[in-house]
């Protein structure tokens, strides 16, 4: 059987034996530096930066520098089994893309070119509502991939029943409701400039193309776009949204549910309270609340709260294959990626995310096999200790 960790035999041989060097690079944190480079000031200032001062990134990555990893030694791990399921689908390896928006301000292929890449490697694609090819246009891109729905719950339930329709018959076989976005954070960096893509008209594409929506225009969208994005500026906010509301996805999608930007152990009991098959612990990148807790810190208190009752996914700054490891070794169920692949995608479109999710799975791999584990299941909060203290 193959490991992961063999893409990075591949890579010396191609160096050693044909000359040629990887042309993104392997350091997943070097990504960002580089795709600098290519990215239009816009684009790199909607991307990379966070809410505010920047504060709940930093603290993100700075939560991942206080868990150490424990590796052990002789165990024979010389075969690795990364296969995993969440929420009935068969995973590779308990990795996946997370949702991501707007994506053709990365690159002009956008979505398409990330949804073949998370089929070429296997590992899950979630369609962002917020991105700029419609759902059906990335099913098809994904084929037989796995794929998961995000949803943006918009105010006009007829809209949103719609989405889930949509989601349901192009074989989005689960739904990820994100929860911390109901408006915008506070972002300097995009306004300064004064940017919002969706607003020209970019990162719409599944309300553009939704019966529903297109029902409450007075013109078709080909004729008033500017009307169009205005009827989406009503609906896209839903600062009202409520627990009281969850049965409505109930009644309108028969697949699991996750929902996703939970940071606190009491909105973790309630998810499973309300019957919620999972949640994504998040705080979608330092993009919503500055100064907020640290995604990977609010994750070690839930795993254990809710660990044997719902799904736990986990996002935000993970950066390498460690960081993953920690992550599983918190309580998560799979880890999801963001800005990472985006800059593969910049870099390199459906190749430089290929790349980066293969050099992200190899890290893992290897990193398991030094660590002394033949599978991430075996991982548990023993695996880590905390980092000592520096004053
Ligand atoms: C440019 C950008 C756009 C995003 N768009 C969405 C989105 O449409 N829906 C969503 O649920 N999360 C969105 N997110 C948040 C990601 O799903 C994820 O929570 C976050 O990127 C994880 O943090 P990381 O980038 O540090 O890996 C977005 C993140 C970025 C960077």
């Known amino acids: 059987m193959a490991n992961f960790g063999d893409y990075q035999t591949g890579i010396y041989a191609n160096g050693m034996f044909a000359g040629k060097a990887p042309d993104l690079p392997t350091g997943l944190t070097q990504l960002e530096e580089r795709a600098a480079d290519v990215l239009s000031a816009e684009a790199l200032g909607y991307i990379t930066p966070s809410a505010g001062s920047g504060a709940t990134a930093r603290a993100n990555r700075a939560a991942f520098d206080r868990w150490r990893i424990v590796p052990r030694m002789l165990r ?76 943006y719950w918009p105010t006009d339930p007829d809209v949103c029943a719609s989405f889930l329709r949509r989601a349901k018959a192009s074989g989005y076989s689960a739904l990820l409701v994100t929860l911390d976005t109901t408006t915008l954070g506070w972002r300097p960096a995009d306004l300064d400039r004064g940017f919002l893509p969706f607003l020209r008209g970019e990162g719409i594409a599944n309300y553009l193309s939704d019966p529903a929506f297109r029902a409450g225009l007075d013109k078709p969208v080909e004729e008033d776009q500017a009307a169009a994005v205005m009827h989406w500026a009503r609906m896209f906010p839903n600062p009202a949204l409520s627990w009281d509301e969850l049965p409505f996805l109930r009644d309108h999608w028969d697949g699991p549910i996750m929902l996703k930007g939970i940071l606190s152990v009491e909105d973790a009991r309630l998810a499973a309270q309300h019957g919620m098959d999972g949640i994504v612990v998040s705080n979608h990148g330092g993009r919503q609340v500055d100064g907020a807790v640290a995604a990977l810190d609010a994750l070690a208190a839930i795993g254990p709260a809710v660990g044997d009752r719902l799904t736990i996914l986990f996002d935000s700054g993970v950066r390498t294959g460690a960081d993953a490891v920690k992550a599983l070794a918190l309580g998560a169920d799979a880890v999801l990626v963001g800005r990472p692949f985006l800059y593969g995608l910049a870099l390199g479109g459906q190749d430089g995310v290929e790349h980066v999710m293969r050099c992200l799975l190899a890290e893992l791999d290897l990193t398991l096999h030094h660590a002394g584990y033949g599978s991430h299941l075996q991982l548990s909060p023993e695996s880590l200790v905390p980092a000592p203290p520096t004053f």
């Open 76 to 151: 024979g791990s010389a075969e690795r089994d990364l296969t995993t399921t969440v929420l009935g689908d068969s995973l590779v390896a308990p990795i996946g893309l997370a949702p991501i928006g707007v994506q053709t301000l990365a690159h002009r292929e956008g979505e398409l070119a990330t949804a073949r890449a998370a089929a070429a490697v296997g590992v899950p694609y979630v369609h962002s509502t917020a991105a700029s090819h419609s759902l059906e246009e990335a099913a098809e891109a994904n084929g037989d991939g796995t794929r998961w729905y995000q949803l």
